[in-house]
């Protein structure tokens, strides 16, 4: 699976972004999918996931209210929908990937080390 992330950019603070994560070489239907930012000198952390079958998310709680991540399987394509973006939502933000099993399929990890693709990476910066 590769997996290319896009949509961020330079907006003021309150503003909206919506990032995008596209793949190609498989469909998503099998893989949870999750968003993680690396703010510049921070650990990357983990800010949203979604499961591969309902579509169960998770937030990490300095996003919950604002933003939303959700999957279009029939374009292949992951988004995070970012609202009342904050000068601390400033980073580079990664999606990646991990097979799910029919076992686990109600579940994302909501740690790094479980991800089997990942994107390149995309900037958002928060500033006036």
């Known amino acids: 699976v590769q997996l290319q992330a896009s949509g961020g950019g330079l907006v003021q603070p309150g503003s909206s972004l919506r990032l995008s994560c596209a793949a190609s070489?498989?469909?998503?239907?099998?893989?949870?999918i999750g968003w993680f930012r690396q703010a510049p000198g921070k650990e990357r952390e983990g800010v949203s996931c979604?499961?591969?079958?309902?579509?169960?998310?998770q937030y990490v709680d300095s996003v919950k209210g604002r933003f939303t991540i959700s999957r279009d399987n029939a374009k292949n394509t992951v988004y995070l929908q970012m609202s009342s973006l904050k000068p601390e939502d400033t980073a580079v933000y990664y999606c990646a990937a991990v097979k799910r099993s029919f076992h686990n399929r109600d579940s994302c990890p909501k740690n790094a080390t479980p991800y089997d693709y990942w994107g390149q990476g995309t900037l958002v910066t928060v500033s006036s």
């Open positions: 070489g498989s469909t998503l239907d099998d893989y949870a």
């Open positions: 979604i499961t591969r079958a309902e579509g169960i998310t």
